[in-house]
Every structure is written in structure tokens, then in C-alpha cells.
């Protein structure tokens, strides 16, 4: 069930009146039998795949307590299984394919052979947040949870089941376990998330991919401005895309009571590529943190380690992504530009420091982040690439067809926004319900009171924003369903 369809739009209501017109005691049962519901509606055989991770973590982490001198025994059987599951659906086509290709290359052969493994949406998601509880509870940083029902829910909660944003145990389920009652903050709190989630979703990602589809369907052809403008306007539907999603899900998670945290905090204002990776899909960059960069030694050591361990984990990051060397490309081209600017940047601020420079200065800060967002650029473009030679027909076209030509980027342009008025016309009508509501750009402000007329505008905006699904026939699924 996307969260852009109107299935979602009649489900989410239901599930908000039910929740607090039962008694509290029962509200965890309902949010479980919803969350499993929602996933089902994906394909109901692949629930047993999430009842076999959760029945698998939840034991080991129960007996990881129990029998603390063979906890380890048991944190190691949690990853093997539950990693060994993911490999097989994500990887493993991919290796025995990969295999085949390298046998056909090296023998001349031509045996035909496509393995495919049905992926299961949201795998990625649910495996790492098993994960890091088991981790948590092998560390001592929280007790095991007893009660079933409750872990389960955790594993399953559906705003952010199948893309995020990865929630800690320690965080989520002590709000699952204890559900909050109906209250006006939360609500006007879920109601503005949610707009500007489906705003960025609806309004700017789903436009803006319309016209970067286009050229990557026939990248071949496509100027190198028009790839240019592909690789910039990508930037701002991979984020709009990604951050809409995880609003959204913020959104349905308050009018819950719930809180998930922030995943996303402007990474387009980063002055440097290491501080927007902490901008960026903060749930995932705090995972690998925690649980690999800093086990393998995080920033101690030299800064040879230390660049190691960057490489290490932008390279896994990169092929959690996906099965796909692109992906893998993207992480280690990640990694190079922290790697070198954690060497190059203390000597500068050092300097900077000796000479009285303000690099907080506006103009300084300007500079760095269209720096920042120029180096982004290539690795947009990597990362939307589906294979490498169709990276490799992105950076022929980039750097060898460059004119003045802008034909193929004009066509390009009036096919995929045709009703340009029409277009505007609804883009002013939701931008003055965003500037009505005063959306703030970093948190929502508690105790502020809104009128009822608040909440009409903002739910009249969240139907405009679906309905223009309709208008551009782009019901869409969210980028990071896949992953």
C-alpha cells in the first residue's frame, strides 16, 4: 500500500479513529494487525518473512539475556540468520548472475541463464532495526522485551515498516507500550507533516522525475546539458522523494501519538560532504555508526584507519542500497570526499583561525555549500544510474556533447510539463496552503494554538496534493521502497 494512494488515504483514518476509541490495552493489538495488514496489501505470502524475523530476533535477544556467559552464540545465530536472509533476496541473484557473466566471459560461452529472487519491500528496514536491538540488548543497553505482541509491533509499525526512518528500541517502544491519548498537538503536529511530505512527493519529486525519466530512457541521445539538468533536478527529486517519505511517516506516526525521529535536517545547506551525510538519512547514518564504524575503531587510530574505516562503511552503505555496482560506486566516491576533506579541513580552519577568517561568514558559507552541492552532483547521477553502462553513456554524454544546442533539452522540457499553467496554477494554490499553515522549516512548535479553519486548509491541501497524482499520472511508488 503506497503511502500516495488512495487506499492509504481511507486506511490512515480508520486506523487513528480505532486506535483511540479502543482501550489502551487493546491499541497495541489493533496498530500490530494494521501494520501487518498494510503489508500484506504488498504481497501477503512475504508477511511470514517478517513473523520469521521477528519470532528469530525476538528469542535470541530474550536468551542473549537470559544466558548472559553464551550471549554471543546468540547475537552471532541473529546474524547470520537474519543477514543470510536479506543476502539471499537482495544479493544473491545478483552473485550467481554476476557469476554466470564472468564464466561466459573467460570460456567464451553462451549459456543463458537470468536468476531472479522476488524482493520483498522493506527488507533492508526491518532486518537492521531487528539487528540493532539484538546488538542493544547484547550490550546491556536495554532489557529484552517479553511481551510479543509489543516487540512485534516495533518490528512492524507501518508509517515507517518499509523506508524508514530506522527507529532504535529504545526510542519507539516504550512509546508503543504505553499509547498516548488523543491529543490536539500531535494532531496538528501529524496533519502539517504530512502535508509537506505529500507536498514534496506529489508536487516536486514526482514532476521533477518525469523529465529526469525521460533522459535516462535514452540517455544515449541526450545532450550533456540536458543530462546536466537530469543530474540537477534528480538532487531535488531524491530528496524531495526521500524526505517526503519520511514526513509522511512522521506525520501518520504523531496523529498515533508516536514520535519517530528526524531522518532528514536540510542536507543541501551542508558546508561539507561529511556534514551532509549527517543531514541524510540520519536513521541509517546513526545505524552504521554505531554498529560499524565504531566497533572497527571509528576516528581512533591513524588517520590511515580511520580513512579505512570510511571506506568500509560507505561501501556497505552502498550495497545496502541495493545489488547493483553503482550503488557500490556512489559509497566509495562518498567516502573519498570525506576521507579527504577530514584531512584537508582541520589544517584550513586552522589557518583560517590563525588569519581572523569568519567561516561562518554568508558569503564563505554560500561558497561552500554550491561546492558541496556541485561534488553531490556525480554522485546523484551514480546513484540513478541502473547499470554501468548506463553510467558510463551518462559521463560519455556529460563530457562529449556539450553544444549550445539545447533542442533535445527543450523537447524534452515541453513533453513532460505540457500544461505548464495548469501546472503553476496548483503549485501557487499548495505553496499559499504551506505559507497559511506556517510550516516550520525545523521542528513544530508545541502549545500553538490552530484554528479549525487551520486544520480544513491543511487537509484540503493533502487531498490537492494527491489529487495531482491523478493530473500527472505518476502514482509512484517512494524511491526507497526498493531498498
Known amino acids: 500500500m503506497n503511502f500516495n494512494s488512495l487506499s492509504f488515504l481511507i486506511f490512515l483514518p480508520v486506523v487513528v479513529a480505532g486506535f483511540y476509541l479502543l482501550p489502551r490495552r487493546l491499541r497495541p493489538g489493533l496498530l500490530l494487525l494494521s501494520s501487518y495488514f498494510f503489508y500484506m496489501c504488498w504481497n501477503a505470502k512475504l508477511i511470514v518473512l517478517i513473523l520469521f524475523t521477528t519470532v528469530v530476533s525476538y528469542t535470541c535477544a530474550i536468551l542473549t539475556e537470559k544466558y548472559p556467559k553464551k550471549k554471543k552464540i546468540w547475537l552471532v545465530l541473529t546474524l547470520f540468520i537474519c543477514l543470510g536472509v536479506l543476502f539471499y533476496f537482495k544479493y544473491f ?3 550467481v548472475n554476476s557469476v554466470l557473466s564472468l564464466v561466459n566471459a573467460a570460456f567464451g560461452s553462451s549459456f543463458s ?12 528496514f526491518y532486518t537492521f532495526q531487528t539487528l540493532s536491538y539484538v546488538i542493544d540488548v547484547y550490550r546491556g543497553e536495554i532489557k529484552a522485551e517479553k511481551n510479543f505482541v509489543y516487540f512485534a509491533l516495533f518490528v512492524s509499525f507501518f508509517p515507517q515498516l518499509v523506508a524508514g526512518p530506522i527507529e532504535s528500541a529504545k526510542n519507539l517502544l516504550p512509546q508503543l507500550k504505553e499509547p498516548k491519548p488523543l491529543d490536539k498537538d500531535d494532531l496538528r503536529a501529524g496533519l502539517r507533516l504530512l502535508l509537506t511530505g505529500f507536498f514534496r512527493k506529489c508536487v516536486i519529486a514526482d514532476n521533477c522525475g518525469i523529465y529526469v525519466n525521460t533522459v535516462f530512457a535514452n540517455v544515449a541521445d541526450a545532450s550533456g546539458f540536458a543530462i546536466a539538468i ?4 534528480f538532487c531535488v527529486e531524491m530528496y524531495c522523494d526521500f524526505a517526503g517519505y519520511s514526513e509522511i511517516a512522521q506525520g501518520a506516526a504523531r496523529l498515533l501519538g508516536v514520535r519517530l525521529m528526524r531522518n532528514f535536517d536540510m542536507p543541501y545547506l551542508s558546508v561539507s560532504y561529511g556534514e551532509f551525510f549527517r543531514r541524510w538519512h540520519i536513521s541509517l547514518n546513526k545505524w552504521f555508526t554505531s554498529y560499524v564504524y565504531i566497533p572497527l575503531g571509528g576516528s581512533r587510530g591513524s588517520k590511515l584507519k580511520r580513512a579505512r574505516n570510511v571506506f568500509i562503511v560507505f561501501a556497505l ?3 545496502w542500497h541495493g545489488a547493483n555496482w553503482t550503488y557500490v ?3 566509495l566516491y562518498a567516502a573519498f570526499w570525506v576521507s579527504l576533506e577530514s584531512v584537508i579541513l582541520p589544517p584550513l580552519y586552522s589557518f583560517t583561525k590563525g588569519k581572523n577568517i569568519d567561516l561562518e561568514n554568508a558569503g564563505i558559507k554560500l561558497f561552500r ?3 558541496m552541492f556541485i561534488i553531490f552532483i556525480p554522485a546523484a547521477l551514480t546513484f540513478r544510474s541502473g547499470s554501468l553502462f548506463q553510467l558510463k553513456e551518462v559521463f560519455k554524454g556529460l563530457f562529449t556533447r556539450w553544444s549550445m544546442n539545447f533542442s533535445y533539452f527543450e523537447e524534452t522540457l515541453t513533453g513532460t510539463f505540457g500544461s505548464t499553467r ?3 496554477k496548483i503549485l501557487l494554490v499548495l505553496a499559499s496552503a504551506v505559507f497559511l499553515t506556517r510550516i516550520d522549516k525545523d521542528d513544530i512548535p508545541e502549545n500553538e494554538e490552530l484554528p479549525a479553519t487551520g486544520y480544513a486548509v491543511m487537509l484540503l491541501a493533502i487531498g490537492i496534493s494527491w489529487v495531482l497524482l491523478l493530473k500527472t ?5 517512494f524511491a526507497y521502497f526498493q531498498f
Do not use: Q
Not at 536468476?115 to 533492508?124: A, D, N, Q
Not at 499520472?473 to 511508488?477: D, I, R, T, W
Open 473 to 477: 499520472n505518476a502514482n509512484s511508488a
Open 422 to 424: 495548469e501546472l503553476l
Open 93 to 95: 541473484a545478483f552473485f
Open 369 to 371: 555549500r554550491i561546492y
Open 113 to 124: 541463464f537470468e536468476m531472479s529472487v522476488l524482493l520483498p519491500v522493506g527488507i533492508s
Open 317 to 319: 552503505c552502498g550495497l
Open 329 to 331: 560506486l556512489w559509497g
Open 230 to 233: 537530469a543530474g540537477l533536478l
